[in-house]
DNA sequence: AGGCATTCGTGCACGCGTTCACAAAGTCCG
DNA sequence: CGGACTTTGTGAACGCGTGCACGAATGCCT
């Protein structure tokens, strides 16, 4: 908490990799690596080295010439840029397949992001117990979010019923959504959603094996993962 | 009408819309709806109204001018560019919390990728059945590529098992990989790689809302709200 | 101490994707 | 049948992200 926060705009694309590099930084860490390259770190993140350069250089210049970066100091720092310094509860909405699973999975809460909820709007649901959590009725939602001071709701209901959960969620205050269902989700300004859709996941692969076999088999792109343009 | 394919390359943007636009247009069909105008398809799927007509425009000029899109033949089309004209089946790698529940969800059945096999490496889990599909040893991985000519693999193991699983698939023929280990997969030259990580989804939603704190309630998301502010 | 090897930080050019704007093309209606 | 209206398709400008290339800074070795 001594220093002054930079604050500047770190462009989305970066933002969506330095969750990436923390990861794996917290790996290097456990295994009593002090410090490590740009090259190091965009080898086993699958990046090229000067991105990584410059992504990390919008948090400040933490790095040593000559050197590399010490990996105690980037973990702290990029925690403190993701605002991972605290926890963050998250509620989750649909207490089905998925949303059991989430709530089980217990890599949220290591991570910063434990369960502070899962309701239903199924009566037979709620009451039942997953990993620890008790299922509540949805009608509780605004008491969660207000008693557990939570910001992220995460959307695990049938598509037909999604909309539904992200009205409810940002009217018991929460500002930011990561949907499961797949629907384009209506919401506020200022409201920030991310999508996961299985679904989209597959059919782009289903395009590129397509093309595959009708242009005849030629090296796709770089085996990189693209992401973002979540609008 | 010549039924000739364009063949030309589609932006990885647009590929990532085009699903997004196809559900929509079916749901649309659904609604018996026969037309469509890319304004109002732009709403339903949240952006740019030219942007839809220039991801359309990359499959061929099906539009009418003046009128808009055919429903029915543009789901054709979309269908056919992405591949969904037959299914592509899948194996599931990992029948654990997150294995099961992919298994168990129709949803992928439906759009045209029917799991093909879940196989897992620990013996207790071998033989149980999920939704119908018993889940099998991974040493039967290859055979189960091979007789159901599969493509696309699904990495559900613990991270530690990420890369053999990868490896695994890839040895078996399989060429496209949809990845829900938090890991940089490897893999040789020519092999899709997607992958699905929600904690970095969470870590991204993080950084927004820690923003949104730090820097004092102004609109995020979309809209640009401009904070230049550099040095 | 000095030279050498290493690695960071970043200016710059390039390419891709987004958006605007408008002519072309078609519909609808009187 | 013609003119007004609607909507597509796309050229062009713009902005953003990527990757190269290189100067600057630092450590190490002799
Ligand atoms: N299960 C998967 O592996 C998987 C994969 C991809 C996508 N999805 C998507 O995730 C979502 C959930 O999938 P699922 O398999 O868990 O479905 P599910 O039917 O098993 O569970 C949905 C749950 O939501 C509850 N619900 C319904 N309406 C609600 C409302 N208005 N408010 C609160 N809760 C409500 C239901 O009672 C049910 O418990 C779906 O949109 C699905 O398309 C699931
Ligand atoms: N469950 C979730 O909601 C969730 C959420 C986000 C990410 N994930 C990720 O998804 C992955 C799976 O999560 P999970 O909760 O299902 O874990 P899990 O431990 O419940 O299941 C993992 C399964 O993989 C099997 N396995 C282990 N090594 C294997 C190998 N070499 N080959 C084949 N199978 C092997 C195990 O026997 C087990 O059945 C993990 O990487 C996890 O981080 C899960």
């Not at 992220?152 to 539904?164: C, E, K, L, N, R």
């Not at 797949?182 to 094996?209: F, T």
């Amino acid at each position: 908490m001594p220093v002054e926060r930079p604050r500047r705009r770190i462009p989305e694309a970066t933002v969506a990799r330095l969750p990436v590099y923390l990861r794996i930084l917290i790996e290097q860490a456990n295994e009593e690596v002090e410090s490590i390259s740009s090259d190091g770190l965009a080898e086993l993140a699958g990046v090229n080295a000067a991105k990584v350069r410059k992504d990390l250089s919008y948090l400040g210049s933490y790095g040593t010439r000559g050197v590399g970066y010490e990996v105690a100091f980037l973990v702290y720092q990029i925690r403190r840029e993701l605002g991972l310094t605290h926890d963050w509860p998250v509620v989750i909405v649909g207490a089905g397949n998925l949303g059991q699973a989430l709530a089980g999975y217990g890599g949220f809460g290591q991570r910063g992001f434990p369960v502070a909820g899962v309701v239903d709007i199924d009566p037979s649901k709620v009451g039942s117990v997953i990993a620890g959590v008790r299922v509540r009725h949805i009608d509780d939602l605004d008491q969660i979010v207000q008693t557990r001071h939570v910001n992220i709701g995460v959307v695990a209901t049938p598509p037909s019923a999604a909309q539904d959960a992200a009205d409810r969620l940002t009217r018991a205050g929460v500002t930011s959504i990561l949907n499961f269902a797949p629907v384009v989700l209506a919401v506020p300004n200022g409201i920030n959603v991310r999508k996961v859709d299985l679904a989209v996941e597959l059919q782009i692969l289903s395009y590129y094996e397509q093309r595959r076999m009708g242009v005849g088999l030629q090296a796709i792109g770089s085996s990189d993962s693209g992401r973002g343009a979540s609008a």
